[in-house]
C-alpha cells in the first residue's frame, strides 16, 4: 500500500496526559499537512511542513501542540495537556510540491480525551 | 476569510436516481477545487479536483464543474448506488505561493435507498 498512513487510528487518553500521532505520507510527496475535523465539521488546517521545514501553523494550533517532521518523511503531532475539547479526528494529508497540490489523505486518528 | 457552504446538508435519494451537491464560496481567488469522499469514522478519499482554469473533471459516473466567478461548484452523480451514501466535501485552496491548504465545507451527507 503506498497511500498515507496513520498510527495510532484511535486514542483514548485521560485529561491532562501527553499523546503522539504518527503520519507516514506519500514518499514521493514533499508536503505533509495536518487537519482536525469533530463531529459534525469538515477538516480545518492546522500545519504544513515542505520537506523537513514547518512553513505555516494555524491559530488552532495552540502551544500545547507540536508538530516535527524528521529528515522529510514522516511526521508527528505531538499534544501535551490534553483536554476534553482536543477530542476530534486527527487527518495527515500529503502532496507533491508543484502541479496541482492535490491531497491525500491518510485514514486518521481518532482521539478521545476522558 | 474564505467561507465554503455546502447546501443541502443532508439528502436521501431512491437508487437509480440522478443527483447534485452544491458547493460555494465566498472568495473567487482559488487555486483549484477538490471534491472529497468520507465514509463514517474514516479518512477523506479525493474524488476529483478542478484546477482555477478548468470548468469541468469526469472521473466515471462522477462529474464536476466549476464557476469560479459566481463562486460555485456542483458535483453530478450519475444512477446512484446504495454504495454511494457517504458525505462528501468540497474544499478550496487560496492562490499564489503558499501552503495551498484546504479549506473545507461542512459537506453533504448522501443516503441512497435500496
Known amino acids: 500500500d503506498t497511500g498515507v498512513s496513520q498510527d495510532p487510528r484511535h486514542k483514548i487518553t485521560k485529561r491532562g496526559q501527553n499523546v503522539t500521532f504518527r503520519c507516514d505520507p506519500i514518499s514521493e510527496h514533499n508536503r505533509l499537512y495536518w487537519y482536525r475535523q469533530t463531529l459534525g465539521q469538515g477538516p480545518e488546517f492546522l500545519t504544513y511542513f515542505q520537506n523537513e521545514a514547518q512553513l505555516e501553523k494555524s491559530r488552532l494550533l495552540s502551544n500545547r501542540f507540536s508538530a516535527e517532521r524528521p529528515k522529510g518523511s514522516f511526521s508527528t503531532l505531538e499534544i501535551q495537556r490534553t483536554e476534553q475539547g482536543d477530542s476530534a479526528m486527527y487527518l495527515c494529508a500529503s502532496s507533491f510540491l508543484q502541479g496541482s497540490y492535490e491531497q491525500y489523505f491518510g485514514p486518521g486518528t481518532r482521539l478521545t480525551v476522558t | 476569510k474564505q467561507e465554503v457552504t455546502q447546501i443541502p446538508a443532508a439528502l436521501s435519494v431512491p437508487e437509480g436516481e440522478n443527483l447534485v451537491l452544491n458547493c460555494s464560496f465566498t472568495d473567487s481567488a482559488i487555486y483549484n477545487l477538490q471534491w472529497f469522499r468520507q465514509d463514517p469514522g474514516k479518512g477523506l478519499t479525493s474524488l476529483l479536483l478542478?484546477?482555477?482554469?478548468?470548468r469541468e473533471q469526469t472521473s466515471g459516473r462522477l462529474n464536476a464543474s466549476l464557476d469560479k466567478s459566481s463562486g460555485r461548484s456542483t458535483l453530478y452523480i450519475a444512477a446512484s448506488q446504495p454504495g454511494d451514501s457517504a458525505t462528501y466535501l468540497c474544499?478550496?485552496?487560496?492562490?499564489?505561493?503558499?501552503?495551498?491548504?484546504?479549506?473545507f465545507g461542512k459537506g453533504t451527507k448522501l443516503s441512497v435507498i435500496p
Open positions: 474544499a478550496v485552496t487560496p492562490p499564489g505561493a503558499g501552503s495551498y491548504q484546504l479549506t
Open positions: 478542478i484546477q482555477s482554469s478548468q
